[in-house]
């Protein structure tokens, strides 16, 4: 009889967890249809990171009541971000981009790095004007 591993357990737990959590239905989302007969299929980006690890702790004195003891532990993550709308309405399909743009800390200051620079040149271009009126 082959032996497994705790490490397996572990492993084939954390998998069984994500695979409740994420199915086909997170990618493609349950159609939902309005009562003037309008359908809406969500769609969604899904990123799943997993790490896992573990290791055998041999006791100072092994004895066949104490066997080797194991420790070990697993994480994951899952992040969903919608992506698009298909929205059909009889004949006609379209797609609608759910996609807000950059949305991170260093995207929006590179975003407001052209209002920034507007707002202090207009600020120095400002004070250079008022320093050269009171100057003459």
Known sequence: MEQKHQINEVL????????????????????????????????????????????????KHLSADKPNCFGGGTGAGVNIIPVSFLIIKGENVRIINADPG?????????????DLVDKVSGLVGGRKAADESENN
């Open 12 to 59: 084939g737990l954390t998998m069984e967890k994500l695979k409740e959590m994420v199915d086909v239905n997170t990618v493609v989302g349950t159609p939902i249809t309005t009562p003037d007969g309008v359908t809406v299929v969500p769609i969604s980006k899904v990123s799943i990171g997993f790490a896992s690890g573990g290791s055998d702790f041999a006791p």
């Open 102 to 114: 950059p949305c991170g800390p260093v995207e929006k200051v590179i975003d407001l790095v052209p």
